[in-house]
């Protein structure tokens, strides 16, 4: 092995962080919730992406059942609440 060459222990560890997906912050799950599909969007956002969990997953780092879950107001529900349509309620379990 040469001088300074990592060992195989900090590889893995290198790599495993590179596996791990990224924590959202407050404002990364407003956008997201605002990548909703909506007849009556207030929001003009990339077509490609909106309505469409399995792009916006892929744009910020999440699973596709992340972003349904901000979408069907699971998840993030106080700080997506201002962005919701009349009507909307939480979906509890």
């Known amino acids: 092995r040469?001088?300074?060459a990592p060992t195989a222990?900090?590889?893995?560890?290198a790599e495993s962080r590179a596996n791990i997906r990224s924590s959202l912050t407050?404002?990364?799950a407003i956008q997201i919730y605002m990548y909703k599909s909506s007849k009556n969007s207030r929001f003009p956002f990339d077509a490609i992406?909106?309505?469409?969990a399995k792009n916006v997953g892929k744009?910020?780092?999440v699973s596709p059942k992340t972003v349904r879950d901000?979408?069907?107001?699971?998840?993030?529900?106080t700080e997506t609440r201002h962005l919701w349509e009349?009507?909307?309620a939480p979906t509890y379990r």
């Open 49 to 52: 992406l909106t309505g469409k």
């Open 2 to 4: 040469a001088a300074g």
């Open 70 to 77: 901000i979408w069907n107001r699971r998840s993030w529900i």
């Open 86 to 88: 009349e009507g909307d």
């Open 9 to 13: 222990g900090a590889a893995g560890v």
């Open 59 to 61: 744009k910020y780092s």
């Open 26 to 28: 407050v404002q990364e």
